[in-house]
């Protein structure tokens, strides 16, 4: 009697409170389910996905329903029309459409609504949907692709394109240059350098990939966030003879946007969360360590004292990706 | 003995109350929710990056409770505009839709690498919620606007379906 009574008061509790939780519906048309539930598992490992009450519901679809077909001009990729599971998602209340497609290629792609084929690793998924959320590639474009991407004008969470002067004078003057070009300037520290002696940049991204972070904690930092020179747009045509423009990222690590095997790294760990605070999706009530206070001035926004911290707002204005950059 | 009498003499009627009560303490020392609240309209928010045209091509009017806390999202690059039937804007949200789909292939099946990739131009899609308060009166049309640069990029009467009997 004790027992039930208490378990009513729990309940009761429990269910006092509104807690609005982010939902992914994610719609194969494999019988099984199993690619669809290797994702689902994905996202509830993942930090900082673990971190946020999230949703999951997988949906059977057909063929026909999920539209997909390959590209005209590389058969080996797959494009899909997402316009039934976006309707559908939404009448359903998901805030998030995926695709698993049940197809014998192995790839996937990222904007409006992640898609993966069945062949794929599941880690595909989460590299579509961080597109999804806006964060840009970080392995080498091809010559093709590279001159469309890398522009002048190129801005997201996880990459900035800059073409960087012959020299600078000092930090401060890379900083004043610069500054409102990188997304993420608000997140590197005062004692951080973006050049190396009159070059500019922290560092190069180097060659150790990000390891994936399955615990409930943030990754701790290898290298201070910074303004490390990545490789997407090596493959620019030269132009004159002062330095190329380059792609620019807040880590000095691989990541899963390079590598599938690497995990998210911890500037962009800090990125992703941010989004996710900014879309109100709320955090999971659980015993873990708070992460460290951040160095992170806010620039555009307020404070939401109903989360109690202040959210950590990047100053994108004026430079922030815009249709057609 | 009466169920009633039963229930009162097994204290399960307070307990039943408790919570009641520890909602109203706890609610008094918690902080006020500043998403604003109402029924959930839960809309199709279509970009084409082509004729850099934006659309709603659905919006479902459900009974949801939804308190918005996810209006200014960080990187947004549309605003969406919400007018009543008199033409007041009665709602605004700041969202991200990337205007580009990326496909992407690995190297091989069993590869960590990205090999074959291509940007293409093709429409995107996400599901916008919206909160409709009762002090809103009605969502009637609506305006997608660039953001921050304004440039409008679509309106249109909203095409709202409503999912639950009323």
Redesign the interface.
């Known amino acids: ?1 004790l027992r039930h ?2 378990l ?2 729990l309940f ?2 429990v269910t ?3 807690v ?1 939780a982010y939902k992914m519906t994610i719609y194969t048309d494999q019988t099984s389910k199993a690619k669809a539930e290797q994702v689902k598992q994905l996202f509830k490992t993942t930090y900082p996905f673990n971190q946020y009450n999230i949703d999951f519901e997988i949906v059977s679809a057909t063929a026909a329903e999920l539209n997909c077909a390959p ?1 005209p ?2 058969t ?4 899909c ?3 039934h599971v ?2 559908d ?3 359903r ?5 995926f695709i698993v497609r049940d197809l014998a ?9 992640p898609v993966i084929t069945t ?3 599941p880690r ?1 998924m989460l590299h ?1 949907y961080l ?4 964060l840009s ?1 970080e ?1 080498e ?2 010559a093709s ?1 590279a001159p ?2 890398c522009t002048s004008t190129t801005r ?2 996880n990459l900035t394109v800059i073409t960087p002067l012959a020299s600078y004078a000092s930090d401060a003057i890379a900083r004043t240059t610069h500054s409102s070009a990188i ?1 993420w300037y608000a997140r590197i520290a005062g004692t951080t350098l973006i050049t190396n002696s009159t070059n500019l940049g922290t560092g190069n991204v180097n060659s150790t990939t990000a390891a994936p972070n399955t615990g409930n904690a943030p990754l701790a930092l290898s290298r201070a966030i910074g303004l490390y020179k990545g490789k997407t747009c090596r493959n620019l045509p030269a132009t004159g003879s002062g330095p190329a423009a380059a792609s620019w990222h807040p880590g000095g690590e691989p990541t899963i946007m ?5 995990g998210l790294g911890g500037p962009t760990e800090q990125i992703v969360a ?2 996710y605070d ?5 955090k999971r009530v659980a015993a873990t360590t708070p992460p460290p206070p951040m160095p992170v001035t806010v620039t555009d ?1 307020a404070r ?3 989360k ?1 911290a202040i959210i950590n ?2 100053n ?3 430079s ?6 | 003995m009466s169920y009633a009498l039963k229930l009162l003499r097994s204290g399960r009627p307070f307990l039943l109350l408790l919570p009641v009560i520890t909602f109203a303490v706890d609610n008094a020392t918690l902080p006020v929710r500043q998403g604003i609240c109402g029924k959930s309209v839960n809309a199709v928010l279509k970009l084409n990056p082509k004729t850099k045209s934006a659309s709603i091509e659905k919006a479902f009017i459900t009974k949801e409770e939804l308190c918005d806390e996810g209006r200014y999202e960080i990187n947004a690059n549309l605003r969406v505009i919400l007018r009543n039937s008199e033409g007041l804007m009665v709602y605004d949200k700041q969202v991200f839709l990337n205007p580009h789909t990326l496909i992407e292939t690995t190297r091989s099946a069993t590869s960590t690498e990205f090999g074959d990739h291509k940007i293409k131009d093709d429409p995107t899609y996400r599901v916008v919620k919206f909160p409709l308060a009762e002090s809103m009166g009605d969502f009637k049309s609506y305006e997608i606007q660039g953001y921050p640069d304004k440039a409008v990029f679509g309106q249109g009467t909203l095409p709202l379906v409503k999912m639950d009997a009323e």
Do not use: C, K, W
Request: aromatic residues 8%; hydrophobic residues 30%.
């Open positions: 009697m009574s208490l009513t008061l009761l509790v006092s409170f509104p609005f590209d001009a590389i080996r990729l797959v494009v029309n997402s316009t976006t309707t998602s939404a009448a209340g998901s805030d998030q459409a290629q192995y790839g996937g792609s990222g904007g409006g609504v062949q794929s690793d595909m579509e597109h999804t959320l806006g590639d392995y474009y091809s692709e469309r991407f997201s969470p997304p390079e590598f599938l095997s690497g941010g989004i900014s879309r109100g999706v709320t926004g939401d004292d109903s109690g707002v990047i994108n204005t004026g922030s990706s815009s249709i057609g950059r």
